[in-house]
Nanobody
């Protein structure tokens, strides 16, 4: 079992940057695939980025590629989402999530992930 707590959300102007953090409890963080998802008002939760256990491979949805970077520090039990060149359409509650194993497009699916944080609000003003 792993507990996740996000932080770092807030208000940022369009074109600005923000770094989200997700701290995990437990000593088995390095065994989990980690993902970031977001949910805007009135919309379904959607995939943003994912990272494999050792951080060797990362994935990002098309709309954030080149702007957002996911990374992890297994020694600190933390996964990050660096958000650059933020756009108003990035406004959402951002969630981190963990799963012991995923493969292929399953790593991009909300239903794959078993453990979720409480979310952190990101608002990008135009």
């Amino acid at each position: 079992q792993v507990q996740l707590v996000e932080s770092g959300g807030g208000l940022v102007q369009a074109g600005g940057s923000l770094r989200l953090s997700c701290a995990a409890s437990g000593r088995t963080f390095s065994t989990y695939y980690m993902g970031w998802f977001r949910q805007a008002p009135g919309k379904e939760r959607e995939f943003v980025a994912a990272i494999r256990r050792d951080g060797g491979s990362t994935y990002a949805t098309d709309s954030v590629q080149g702007r957002f970077t996911i990374s992890r520090d297994n020694a600190k039990n933390t996964v990050y989402l660096q958000m650059n060149s933020a756009k108003p359409e990035d406004t959402a509650v951002y969630y981190c999530a963990a799963v012991y194993y995923c493969s292929g497009i399953g790593c991009f699916d909300v239903k794959t992930y078993l453990h979720w944080g409480q979310g952190t609000q990101v608002t990008v003003s135009s």
